[in-house]
C-alpha cells in the first residue's frame, strides 16, 4: 500500500486518507463521512473546512459514483495490498428510529429487540446520536428506566433448550450473578417482591446503556431531574447503584453526576443520605469499576457535599473512612486530587474530624500526600491538617502528629512556598551511590556506578581477584611501558576516587595507583586492571550502618614507615567509627620523611586526632555532646609513651609541635590512647597491601557486607 500512489480525488481534504464513504457538502466539496460529521456535529463547525463559506444545510449527498471508483481502485491494486472497501450501510432515518421507538411503546415482547436496534445505531456515529435525541429518545428511554414493573421477556438471543425464559434471563450473561456480587449485600425496596427482582430486566439495562453512550445534553437531563416535581429519574439510578450489575452501575453513576450537574439548589440540600452510602458502596468496589466512573463518583461527592447538611450525612455513612482507605490504594493523580478535596470538606465539620483521627491511617495518609502528588492535593492536605489542629487539637492528636511525621511534612511544604521542592520519598539513589534500608540498618553501595565504570574502562573479562594490590607490591614511575593516551587511566582513577566513599576497602589500593596519573606506564595500568576485577567479585557489596549503633567514637590510627621504596616517606592510614558504623577513613602518604617507625606511627596520630576532634564538634552541632574521651587505638608502644610523656628529649624535639598538639588533647580528655596489638589493628587495611585471609578479617571489622546477607 505505501508503494501505490492513490488519486488525489480519492483522499479525503480532511484527514488526507482514503475515502470509505463520501459525501458532498453544500458547497460541492466532498469529503469521507466519519471526517466531515466529526468536523459538523462534535467540534461544532458551520463552514466548509476547504472554503471556509457559510454551510446552508448539514444535510450530506453520498457520492455514489466516487464511492463506485474508489471500491474499483482498490479491486485493481489488490494484489499490493490495498484493502476492498465495502459498501456502506444505509443511514439511519428519522422515520426508521420513530418506528423502532413506536414498535416498543406497542409491543413488551419488541422492546428488548428494538432497544439492542438502538444500541447497535447509537454507537455507529456521531449523527445517528443527534437523530436519535431529535426523535424524543431521552424520554423513551428515561421512561423504561423509571418503570416501577418488571418485566420478563421472552429472548432468542439467550434461548436454551429445556429451560423457561425466566431463568435463561437471570443467568444471563448482562445480569449480575449472586456469586459476582453478593445476593446478601444487594436489597430492593422492602415492597418489591421475589428475591429475582432485586436485579434489573434486560430492558432496563440496555435503556440506561443507550442513554449513557448518547451523552445527552443538559436541558434534556435538566427536564428528566425536575419532571413531575419529583426525583423519581434519580430514583431510578439509585436503584441501579444498589442492584445493578458492575457495568450498569459505572452507567448510572455518570449519568448521576451530569444529572446533580443541572439539579436546583433545593434538591442539592435535599439529596438523602442513601445516596451518599450507595456512591460509598460504589467506591468500595473500586478494583471492579474503571477510572471513569470512580472519578465520576468523586465528582459526584465533591458536588453534594458543601450543601446543607450533606456533610454530615455522608460522614454518618462512613465516608471518611471509605476515602481514606481509597486514598491508601490509589495512586492516580487527579483520584487523589478528589479524594482530598473530599475529606477537606468533611473535615470542616466536627463528626468529619473525629473520623478521621479516629482512623489509624488518617493523619499518616494525609501528611503523605503533602508534596508527593501535587500543587492541588498538597494545599488540600495542608488545609485538613490545618482545621484539625485548629479545632480538634488535644495531647494525643498532637503526639500522634509528631510521631507520623506531620510536623516535618508541613515544614517542607512552607519551604517549598519560597523555594522549588519537591517530596521524593525516602532516599534511594542519589549522585551514583545507592541507598537501602532493612532491620539491620542503612546499607550504602555503588553498584551501577561500578558496572558503568567496568563498561568505560572496557573490561570484558569476568576474572576476580581476592584482593586490590598484590601482597608486598611496589610501583615507581619508572616501571613498564608509558602509555600513548594516558586519558583513560586519569578517567578510571578518578571514578575511583569517588568510588571510595561507600568502599574504603579499596582505599590504599587507589592511593597507591593516583600517584601515577601523571604519566601512566603499563604496569601502573595493569594495578588498575587488578582494582577492577577486585570490584568484579565484589561489585555487590555494601557499607552497613546498623541501626543499633552506639553514639560513642572510637579510632584507629597507624603507619607504614618507609613504604614508599621511591622518596621513602611513610603512609599514614587511620578510620573512625560512631559505634558500629564508619563515619572516616583516610590513607594518604605523608609529606615529609619519618627517621623511625615511632614518628611515622605519631605523625600518623595526630592527624587522626585532629579528624577526631572535627568530629566531635560537628557532632556537637547535631545535638550528640560526647563527654568522655575518644579512644584513638594505636599499636606502637613508643608513641603511646611519646605523647605521655611531659619531658622531651633530641630524639623528639623535630616533631615537637605534633608531641604538644596530641599531648594537649590527651590531657584536656579529648582523646585517650589505649594499645592495640597489630593483629587486631583495623587501619593496617589503610596502609599497605594485604593478604587475601586478613583482608577479609579487616573488611569485616569495617561493617562491609554482601546485602543478600541482612
Request: charge should be neutral; charged fraction near 25%.
Amino acid at each position: 500500500m505505501e508503494d501505490v500512489e492513490v488519486p488525489d480525488f480519492f483522499l479525503c481534504p480532511i484527514s488526507m486518507q482514503l475515502m470509505r464513504d463520501p459525501v458532498t457538502t453544500s458547497t460541492g466539496i466532498t469529503y469521507d463521512r466519519e471526517n466531515i460529521e466529526k468536523w459538523l456535529v462534535k467540534c461544532k463547525n458551520t463552514t466548509c473546512p476547504v472554503t471556509k463559506q457559510e454551510l446552508l444545510t448539514t444535510d450530506l449527498t453520498p457520492n455514489h459514483t466516487l464511492r463506485r471508483l474508489i471500491q474499483s481502485w482498490c479491486i485493481m491494486n489488490s494484489s499490493d495490498g490495498v484493502e476492498s472497501i465495502p459498501t456502506p450501510k444505509p443511514q439511519v432515518t428519522k422515520s426508521h428510529v420513530l418506528k423502532l421507538i413506536k414498535e416498543a411503546m406497542v409491543s413488551q415482547e419488541m422492546q428488548l429487540s428494538c432497544l439492542r436496534k438502538l444500541r447497535y445505531i447509537v454507537h455507529a456515529n456521531e449523527r445517528n446520536k443527534r437523530c436519535l435525541e431529535s426523535c424524543g429518545i431521552v424520554d423513551f428511554l428515561a421512561s423504561i428506566i423509571m418503570k416501577k414493573e418488571v418485566f420478563f421477556i421472552e429472548d432468542s438471543e439467550f434461548m436454551i433448550s429445556g429451560k423457561d425464559t425466566l431463568s435463561l434471563i437471570v443467568s444471563s450473561d448482562d445480569i449480575v450473578s449472586p456469586k459476582d456480587s453478593g445476593l446478601d449485600e444487594l436489597s430492593c425496596d422492602n415492597n418489591q417482591t421475589p428475591c429475582v427482582h432485586k436485579y434489573f430486566t434486560k430492558t432496563s439495562d440496555e435503556a440506561l446503556h443507550i442513554l449513557f453512550h448518547l451523552n445527552p445534553s443538559d436541558e434534556d437531563l435538566k427536564k428528566l431531574v425536575t419532571k413531575g416535581g419529583d426525583e423519581l429519574f434519580l430514583d431510578s439510578l439509585l436503584h441501579f447503584l444498589k442492584c445493578g450489575n458492575y457495568q450498569s452501575r459505572a452507567y448510572a453513576i455518570m449519568i448521576l453526576k451530569s444529572a446533580f450537574n443541572v439539579a436546583d439548589p433545593g434538591q442539592l440540600i435535599g439529596v438523602r443520605q442513601e445516596y451518599f452510602k450507595e456512591i460509598l458502596s460504589f467506591l468500595n468496589t473500586n478494583k471492579l469499576m474503571s477510572q471513569p466512573a470512580i472519578k465520576a463518583a468523586l465528582k459526584l461527592l465533591v458536588e453534594l457535599c458543601p450543601w446543607g447538611r450533606n456533610r454530615i450525612k455522608a460522614t454518618e455513612v462512613g465516608g471518611v473512612s471509605t476515602l481514606i482507605e481509597l486514598l491508601l490504594d490509589t495512586t492516580e493523580r487527579r483520584h487523589c486530587e478528589l479524594i482530598l478535596i473530599v475529606l477537606h470538606q468533611l473535615c470542616s465539620c466536627a463528626e468529619g474530624r473525629a473520623e478521621l483521627l479516629s482512623h489509624g491511617a488518617g493523619l499518616a495518609i494525609i501528611s503523605k500526600k503533602i508534596l508527593r502528588v501535587s500543587q492541588v492535593a498538597s494545599d488540600r492536605a495542608v488545609r485538613i491538617l490545618s482545621s484539625i489542629s485548629k479545632f480538634s487539637a488535644t495531647p494525643r492528636v498532637l503526639q500522634e502528629m509528631l510521631q507520623v511525621g506531620v510536623v516535618s511534612k508541613l515544614c517542607l511544604h512552607d519551604l517549598a512556598h519560597r523555594f522549588a521542592m519537591k517530596d521524593l520519598g525516602l532516599l534511594r539513589y542519589f549522585l551514583g551511590i545507592e541507598v537501602a534500608q532493612s532491620k539491620k540498618g542503612y546499607l550504602l553501595s555503588q553498584t551501577k556506578y561500578i558496572s558503568d565504570l567496568f563498561t568505560r574502562a572496557r573490561l570484558s573479562d569476568n576474572r576476580t581477584v581476592d584482593t586490590p594490590l598484590e601482597t608486598n607490591a611496589r610501583y615507581s614511575p619508572s616501571d613498564g611501558v608509558p602509555l600513548s593516551d594516558p586519558s583513560l587511566y586519569r578517567t578510571i582513577v578518578g571514578s575511583l576516587v569517588y568510588l571510595t566513599v561507600t568502599r574504603p576497602d579499596i582505599a590504599h589500593a587507589v592511593h597507591v595507583v593516583s600517584q601515577f596519573v601523571t604519566a601512566p606506564t603499563s604496569v601502573h595500568w595493569g594495578a588498575v586492571l587488578r582494582i577492577l576485577r577486585y570490584l568484579r567479585g565484589t561489585q555487590f557489596q555494601n557499607l552497613l550502618f546498623p541501626s543499633t549503633s552506639s553514639l560513642e567514637l572510637r579510632a584507629y590510627s597507624d603507619a607504614d614507615w618507609d613504604g614508599d621504596r621511591n622518596d621513602r616517606k611513610s603512609t599514614t592510614g587511620f578510620c573512625v567509627f560512631l559505634g558500629d558504623s564508619l563515619i572516616s577513613w583516610k590513607s594518604k602518604k605523608q609529606d615529609v620523611v619519618s627517621r623511625s617507625s615511632t614518628e611515622a606511627e605519631y605523625r600518623a596520630m595526630a592527624v587522626t586526632t585532629c579528624e577526631i576532634i572535627w568530629l566531635r564538634w560537628l557532632l556537637a552541632d547535631m545535638g550528640v555532646h560526647i563527654s568522655m574521651p575518644t579512644p584513638l587505638h594505636c599499636d606502637n608502644k613508643s608513641a603511646v609513651q611519646i605523647a605521655k610523656n611531659s619531658v622531651f628529649h633530641e630524639r623528639t624535639k623535630h616533631i615537637e609541635i605534633d608531641c604538644h598538639f596530641t599531648r594537649h588533647h590527651l590531657q584536656l580528655g579529648t582523646i585517650s590512647l589505649p594499645f592495640v596489638p597489630s593483629s587486631l589493628q583495623i587501619a593496617d587495611l589503610f596502609t599497605k597491601a594485604q593478604s587475601a585471609s586478613r583482608f577479609r578479617f579487616l573488611c569485616d571489622k569495617l561493617s562491609m557486607l554482601i546485602a543478600v546477607a541482612l
